[in-house]
């Protein structure tokens, strides 16, 4: 079973602000990824590391940044929060193909 | 352009028959292909994989087949059980690259 972590599990916020969803494993993975799925979607992938100090855009345009300082961890960052960010955002990790998912953040900006 | 497409977005059977559940993809690159199986309010769950060197795998009650010729995947179920009622993706990636994901289809097993 795969142990893979994202708080908050929901979060509701005003225009403007910044936030920050946090995404943690502990099985060592050096990919992670984040993708962003809105209801009736395909998930999109937003970004992705495959190590330490190493991150990279995915296909979908996002304004949201990320870091990746520690193997276990994959944090997502807003610096200014809209409603075109309201969705639910979803970390993953993978040693080879098979990518094991966090429970998922669902964000709404009022 | 959607590469990877999953056209039937709800699927009903009733407990004990097969579901089949189809997925089409347009990028002949693509040569590893996963289901994931997802409950409300929870992240995707692998299920089950299968690599463009095979044309089945198969796993308990769940058996993936891929036809390569027709870029078309479709993953069984049997015997269906009310359990089993979720959203199933799937996604497909070429050898070294990332995942691209279907809509998903809501199976719905009635008991």
């Known amino acids: 079973e795969a142990d893979i972590y994202q708080t908050p599990r929901y979060l509701v916020i005003g225009t403007g602000k910044k936030i920050t969803l946090e995404c943690s494993q502990t099985?060592?993975?050096?990919?992670m990824y984040w993708y962003q799925q809105d209801p009736g979607m395909e998930l999109h992938l937003i970004h992705y590391?495959?190590?330490?100090?190493?991150?990279e855009k995915g296909d979908l345009s996002s304004e949201s940044t990320v870091s990746r300082i520690r193997t276990e961890h994959f944090p997502l960052t807003l610096e200014s929060a809209r409603p075109s960010h309201t969705s639910q955002y979803l970390c993953?990790?993978?040693?080879?193909?098979?990518?094991?998912f966090g429970p998922g953040t669902r964000l709404t900006v009022t | 352009d959607q590469q990877v497409k999953q056209n039937s977005p709800s699927l009903s059977v009733q407990e004990g028959r097969i579901s089949i559940l189809n997925c089409d993809y347009t990028?002949?690159?693509?040569?590893?292909f996963l289901w994931y199986k997802k409950y409300p309010a929870e992240g995707p769950t692998f299920l089950i994989s299968?690599?463009?060197?095979?044309d089945k795998n198969e796993d308990g009650r769940f058996t993936v087949f891929l036809n390569k010729s027709a870029k078309h995947l479709s993953l069984h179920i049997v015997p269906s059980q009310p359990g089993d009622s979720a959203v199933y993706f799937c996604?497909?990636?070429?050898?070294?690259?990332?995942?691209?994901f279907g809509t998903g289809t809501s199976l719905t097993v009635i008991p």
């Open positions: 099985m060592g993975h050096d990919k």
């Open positions: 299968i690599s463009s060197i095979k």
């Open positions: 993953a990790s993978s040693e080879t193909h098979e990518q094991y």
């Open positions: 990028n002949s690159m693509f040569d590893y």
């Open positions: 590391s495959y190590g330490v100090n190493s991150t």
């Open positions: 996604a497909a990636s070429p050898s070294s690259g990332q995942f691209y």
